[in-house]
C-alpha cells in the first residue's frame, strides 16, 4: 500500500461548488503539506501543519482551508471552487525528527477542474 | 529572497547521450539542496539532496548533482539517458519562513528522451 494517498485522484466540479480533498499517510510523520503544480510555475505551498494543533498558511492560501482531523490525516477544502483553482494538488509529508533535510514524501495528486 | 531558477522548460537527449539538467539557487545562508522527479501521473520522488556535507551528491538511479558555491549552482547529471528517465524534474531549495523550514521548488525541467 502506498504510504501517502489522496482521494479522489481526479474530480471535476462546477464554479461555486464546495470541494474537499482528502489525504491520508501512513508514514507516521508529524508534518503534513498541501501544494498545487501549475505548469511552468512548479508547486506552490497552499497550508502545511506540523501537529494536529497546528495549521499555518503557506504561499497561497486565499481559496483555500484545511482541516487536520488527525496526524494522519490533513484535508484540503476549497469552499466556493473558481476555474483559476483548476490545477494538480499534492499532499506530502515530513518527518519532525528528519526537519533538519526536509525530505517531503508525496501523494500521486489529484487533478482537480473547476468549469 | 531565497529561489531556485530552472534554466529550460524542456530539454530533449538521445538515449544514451549526457543529461544535464541545470538548477541555481539564491539563499543568503548555506542553502540545502534537493532534486525531485516526477513521472507521468505520480507524485514527486526525491532523486538527492545536499546538506553541506560532501558537495557531490549521488542519487538514485544513476543521477548526480555537485553543489557549486561560487557558482550558485546544483546542477542535475547522468552520464547516459534511458528510456525510463523521461519525467519532469524539480529542484528545490529549503528555505527558513515565519520560524519553520519549507521547500521552494522551481518551475520544473521536463526531460525528453528519443530513441
Known amino acids: 500500500d502506498a504510504d501517502v494517498t489522496q482521494t479522489p485522484r481526479n474530480r471535476i466540479t462546477k464554479t461555486g461548488k464546495r470541494i474537499m480533498l482528502e489525504c491520508s499517510q501512513t508514514k507516521g510523520h508529524d508534518r503534513m503539506y498541501w501544494y498545487r503544480q501549475d505548469p511552468g510555475l512548479g508547486l506552490r505551498l497552499i497550508y502545511y501543519s506540523f501537529d494536529v494543533k497546528d495549521i499555518n498558511k503557506g504561499e497561497i492560501s486565499d481559496g483555500y482551508s484545511v482541516s487536520r482531523q488527525a496526524q494522519a490525516k490533513f484535508s484540503l477544502s476549497l469552499e466556493s471552487a473558481i476555474p483559476n483553482q483548476t490545477a494538480l494538488y499534492f499532499c506530502?509529508?515530513?518527518?519532525?525528527?528528519?526537519?533538519?533535510?526536509?525530505?517531503?514524501?508525496f501523494g500521486p495528486g489529484t487533478r482537480l477542474t473547476v468549469l | 529572497a531565497q529561489s531556485v531558477t530552472q534554466l529550460g522548460s524542456h530539454v530533449s537527449v538521445s538515449e544514451g547521450a549526457l543529461v544535464l539538467l541545470r538548477c541555481n539557487y539564491s539563499?543568503?545562508?548555506?542553502?540545502?539542496l534537493f532534486w525531485y522527479v516526477q513521472y507521468p501521473n505520480q507524485g514527486l520522488q526525491l532523486l538527492l539532496k545536499y546538506t553541506s556535507a560532501a558537495t557531490l551528491v549521488k542519487g538514485i538511479n544513476g543521477f548526480e548533482a555537485e553543489f557549486k558555491k561560487s557558482e550558485t549552482s546544483f546542477h542535475l547529471t547522468k552520464p547516459s539517458a534511458h528510456m525510463s528517465d523521461a519525467a519532469e524534474y524539480f529542484c528545490?531549495?529549503?528555505?527558513?519562513?515565519?520560524?519553520?523550514?519549507?521547500?521552494?521548488f522551481g518551475s520544473g525541467t521536463r526531460l525528453l528522451v528519443r530513441p
Open positions: 539563499s543568503s545562508v548555506p542553502p540545502y
Open positions: 528545490a531549495v529549503r528555505i527558513l519562513m515565519d520560524s519553520s523550514y519549507k521547500l521552494i
Open positions: 506530502a509529508t515530513s518527518d519532525l525528527q528528519g526537519a533538519g533535510t526536509d525530505t517531503q514524501y
